[in-house]
């Protein structure tokens, strides 16, 4: 009796390794195909552009895979050209796949303009002969090439910072992308803390080289979301220093934020504040040696900057009326004044009063019309129109006023003197007879 169980035990045993070695069997000479991304180029691809997939087909079984086909069926945001083939037919692909026998197919596959950006699901079937079609989908990942914010406008009020004056600078940022960015901030790198220096600079004198500090608020700022379009502008409050040279200053910023896909993304440039103020110039008469009864002489006029910065290209223009005529040339170039200092500029003129030969007792003036051409530090041009009046006074009142008394007694003084020579020699004569 236990022999014929211990029979029937191995009988069993026998049978059940022969059905597993039979499935086993069964299961590796079914054909088993495995399709797999190798790459994409480039990767990502940015909406409105073309990508190059690359499908890796392979056998894993033991068994031919015999009438392979493949298609591609693209959806939204993908899509294919006309002549591009989607179904393309392998034939038999052997087994033992694992790449020794794998095959390669490419799709240029391009990318809808208005595509989100993240994985987008790209689908392939495929079939064996006469079989139903399988499909399976593989991400292609989507992102803006370098999905960016830019810095749309760079505005400060008042647009010529004057030294030691407040102002404000306003930065407008866009966001180019498709999609939001995130955890935005700004920095207004007043300290250059962002600028690489070379050995021989201290970051001390750069520090000092830029004549703004921050008033009231800090130079970074931040914002948490900004969306695809949308438009954020950062103000800043700062103050010139009291003795910034006026010129174009170049301040470091830098973005930083984080895009759809977690990557964190920084970018670094350079924004112009101009400091400056328009030059204070005054013209006034500096001296004349023009008085009633005198009409032809010289003007000279005296150009004063009294502003902060230096007046360069200056050119003075004198313009002829019915009162007088310019008797030298109409134009001074003077170039250059200084700030703090003044320079001359002469015109010789004649003054037409209806009666040029009588002279007249009474006090006049004239006007005359100046016009100035220069530019500032910055090379901003400027131009002014002015009239200055020429105030004509007596000779009386200049202390000259017995000029004419005196002429008229060296005359007869002269007639006297002459007088008494000739009678003196007429007397001799008359003494030697």
Avoid: C
């Avoid at 391009?110 to 699901?121: F, H, L, P, Q, T």
């Amino acid at each position: 009796m236990k022999n014929k169980i211990l029979l029937s035990f191995a009988l069993m045993l026998t049978l059940a390794m022969f059905s597993a070695v039979s499935v086993s069997a069964t299961m590796e000479s079914t054909p088993s195909i495995n399709i797999s991304v190798m790459n994409q180029d480039p990767d990502p691809v940015g909406p409105g552009r073309y990508v190059d997939v690359r499908f890796k087909i392979e056998n894993g079984g033991i068994a031919i895979a015999e009438g392979v086909e493949i298609e591609l069926v693209p959806e939204y945001p993908f899509s294919v050209e006309s002549n591009e083939e989607v179904i393309r037919s392998l034939g038999d692909v052997p087994g033992y796949g694992h790449g020794r026998n794998a095959i390669v197919q490419k799709f240029k596959v391009r990318v809808d303009s208005n595509a989100i950006e993240g994985e987008n699901m790209l689908h392939l079937r495929y079939k064996l002969g006469d079989s139903v079609w399988i499909t399976q989908e593989y991400p292609i990942s989507i992102r803006t090439i370098d999905a960016t914010i830019s810095i749309e406008s760079v505005v400060t009020e008042p647009e010529k910072i004057r030294p030691g004056e407040p102002a404000k600078v306003k930065i407008k940022l866009k966001n180019m992308a498709d999609s939001d960015m995130v955890d935005v901030s700004l920095k207004f790198d007043l300290g250059l803390s962002t600028v690489s220096l070379p050995a021989t600079i201290s970051s001390l004198s750069l520090y000092d080289s830029v004549p703004f500090a921050p008033l009231g608020s800090a130079t970074e700022k931040k914002i948490k979301r900004i969306k695809p379009n949308e438009e954020v502008t950062f103000t800043y409050d700062i103050i010139s220093y009291s003795n910034a040279e006026p010129r174009v200053y170049k301040i470091p910023i830098q973005i930083k934020y984080y895009d759809e896909l977690g990557t964190e993304i920084t970018k670094n440039d350079i924004v112009g504040l101009m400091v400056g103020i328009k030059p204070d110039l005054t013209v006034l008469i500096d001296e004349t040696d023009l008085y009633v009864g005198k009409y032809n002489g010289e003007v000279s006029l005296r150009l004063i900057n009294k502003g902060f910065t230096d007046v360069k290209f200056l050119d003075v223009y004198l313009e002829e009326t019915d009162e007088f005529e310019i008797l030298s040339p109409k134009e001074v170039y003077i170039g250059n004044v200084d700030s703090d200092d003044y320079e001359t500029a002469d015109f010789k003129i004649f003054i037409i009063t209806g009666d040029e030969k009588s002279e007249s007792k009474s006090e006049k003036s004239i006007s005359l019309p100046i016009s100035i051409e220069y530019k500032d530090a910055n090379n901003i041009a400027y131009s002014d129109s002015m009239d200055i009046e020429l105030k004509l006074y007596s000779a009386k009142k200049l202390g000259i006023s017995n000029g004419n008394s005196n002429n008229t007694f060296l005359i007869i003084l002269a007639v006297v003197v002459i007088g008494y020579f000739i009678y003196r020699g007429i007397r001799k004569k008359n003494r030697k007879k």
